[in-house]
């Protein structure tokens, strides 16, 4: 499974890509937001974060109809080549994905919660398919069965080009874990639940442990 981060953070970005774990970013608006991000600045923002990750930057387009996600999602590719253009799940949605898919430009369809989303984003021509994980949980269902059951529903068949799954809406590392054990292909992942993936309580004890005995032989 591949690591994506989840952020539109730069430094966030930049600390990450320098663990050498990352194969890519995925943003949205709330996290462009997050970062007091402003529309003039949106495309630099984007550019900035593709020259950081050599890998897929997802950017969200923000329109409803079909014509004007294509024109947004022309312009977005247009930044960098490794733009993915992140699309909803909707009818609307799919029309746009088919569109820029005949184009050429690699689309990201989020907001998926169901197998038969999955299926017609595929369909559609979507390089990339983000089940969410978080969302579910959030209304107390379980998100990572949701997530197995597309992983498994999409391995069933051959859509004539490759679609890869993203786990999406992750907030702690049981969700990475389970991700994995479920077979997708690839984890965006926020920076906080990356940093804590990588630590464990043996990992810092058995360090300490082994600095402690490296003073005694220096000691020696
Ligand atoms: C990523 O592509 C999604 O936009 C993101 O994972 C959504 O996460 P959230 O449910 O925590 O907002």
């Known amino acids: 499974m ?6 539109a953070s730069i430094s966030e970005i930049e600390e990450a890509a320098s ?7 995925t943003t949205n608006p709330s996290l462009y937001a ?4 402003k529309l003039s600045e949106f495309h630099a923002h984007i550019k900035r974060i593709c020259e ?4 897929p930057v997802s950017a969200e387009t923000v329109t409803l109809k079909r014509d004007e996600i294509v024109a947004e999602g022309e312009i977005l590719a247009d930044i ?4 993915v253009v992140k699309v909803p799940t909707m009818p609307e949605g799919l029309a746009a994905t088919k569109m820029l898919a ?3 430009i690699p689309v990201n369809m989020t907001l998926c919660f169901t197998v038969p989303q999955a299926i017609m984003a595929a369909r559609a021509g979507a390089a990339y398919i983000s089940p969410f994980v978080g969302r579910f949980d ?9 997530l197995a059951n597309v992983v498994g529903a999409l391995g069933n068949y051959d859509f004539g080009h490759d679609v890869e799954v993203i786990a999406a809406s992750i907030r702690h590392p049981e969700h990475v874990l389970q991700s994995a054990l479920m077979g997708a292909d690839i984890a965006t992942v926020p920076f906080a639940v990356l940093e804590k993936c990588i ?7 058995g360090l300490e442990a082994f600095l402690a005995d490296w003073e005694k032989v220096k000691n020696s």
């Open 138 to 146: 959030d209304i107390s269902e379980d998100g990572i069965e949701h």
């Open 199 to 205: 630590k464990h309580p043996l990992t810092d004890r």
């Open 102 to 104: 005949e184009r050429e």
């Open 19 to 25: 663990w050498g774990v990352i194969a890519g970013v």
């Open 80 to 83: 960098h080549p490794n733009v």
């Open 34 to 37: 997050r970062e007091g991000g």
């Open 2 to 7: 591949k690591f994506f981060l989840d952020t």
């Open 52 to 55: 950081i990750v050599d890998g």
